[in-house]
């Protein structure tokens, strides 16, 4: 029998499913990727033009190539959806993410990018690497969901100033629904912070 308090106990577990949905879809790796590097490219030229274009640069090939190659997979099965939960399934992934990415660093480079744009390509990148790393050599399915939000709020720090710092509500909510959801525990979210913090947010505020 359903009492008032377990139906209350229900429409809360329910309410709080939602929000972490919503939460894991609007602050997943892509959406942060694509406009990161908007916003750097802005920083670092002021001019419309300028950040279109190697705001672009870095988001396309960081993002939606990605992105176009992992949904498709998991419109095909190859694995459990546009997040890939399951570890295994994060190999094409990771090497389309590395590779195109790898692509668009080349780019910046030869088309004599703001150095901002190519310290950013650079540490993702180089999260990408110790994501891959941890991830397969030590078996651990870290959270990229957390790493790649915890990474740019340091960078949107270093670019705009300490007052972002209110951006780690971001970074908690997300955190928050990956365990909310049971794709991630704890140690897994957090694992996945520090990595965007220490190959990410930290190198990408000494270098730029």
Known sequence: MITPSNTESVATRTAATRIARLATEILAPWVWVLGLPLAIAWSATHRVGATLLW????????????MIV???????????????????????PFIACTSSLAGGIAIL????????????????????????????GLNFKLSMHAGVAAGAVLILMAAYGPWLVLLSAAVALVAWSRVRLRDHTIAQVLVGALVGVVA???PYWWLA
């Open 55 to 66: 705001g672009l640069v870095v988001g396309v090939t960081g993002s939606i190539i990605p």
């Open 70 to 92: 992992i949904v498709r997979g998991a419109k095909n099965g190859k694995w459990d959806s546009h997040h890939v939960t399951n570890r295994e399934g994060r190999v094409v």
């Open 109 to 136: 480079v030869l088309g004599g990018s703001p150095n901002e744009m190519i310290v950013l390509a650079s540490t993702m990148f180089a999260t990408l690497v110790v994501s891959v790393v941890i991830t397969f």
């Open 200 to 202: 990410g947010g930290l």
